[in-house]
Nanobody
Framework: QVRLVESGGGLVQAGGSLRLSCAAS????????MGWYRQAPGKQREFVAT???????NYADSVVGRFTISRDNALNTVYLQMNSLKPEDTAVYYC???????????WGQGTQVTVSS
């Protein structure tokens, strides 16, 4: 099993910044990519960013140039630096880790990000 715990959410004004963290524990030796997804009220969960074991990254078009995903393998932690935040970034942000040959997904409990206009 893999346990993912997010932190760092909160309330920020438009144009501000937040950094989310996701700490992984448990059976993490075969986690491949890790990523961030978000879900706004009344909407489906959507992809935000991913990072592979070797550091390759991918971003949703809506966050390119504003968000940066990174990982510290020694700490088993993934980060999402969010700059120039917009009200439409308001959502619950979830960390996801894909494990093993079949990329089985594990999810954290989510952390709320609210951007006021």
């Amino acid at each position: 099993q893999v346990r993912l715990v997010e932190s760092g959410g909160g309330l920020v004004q438009a144009g501000g910044s937040l950094r989310l963290s996701c700490a992984a524990s448990g059976s993490i030796f075969s986690i491949n990519s890790m990523g961030w997804y978000r879900q706004a009220p009344g909407k489906q969960r959507e992809f935000v960013a991913t990072i592979t074991k070797d550091g390759s990254t991918n971003y949703a078009d809506s966050v390119v140039g504003r968000f940066t995903i990174s990982r510290d393998n020694a700490l088993n932690t993934v980060y999402l630096q969010m700059n120039s935040l917009k009200p439409e970034d308001t959502a619950v942000y979830y960390c996801r880790g894909d494990k093993g040959t079949w990329y089985i997904p594990y999810w954290g409990q989510g952390t709320q990000v609210t951007v006021s206009s």
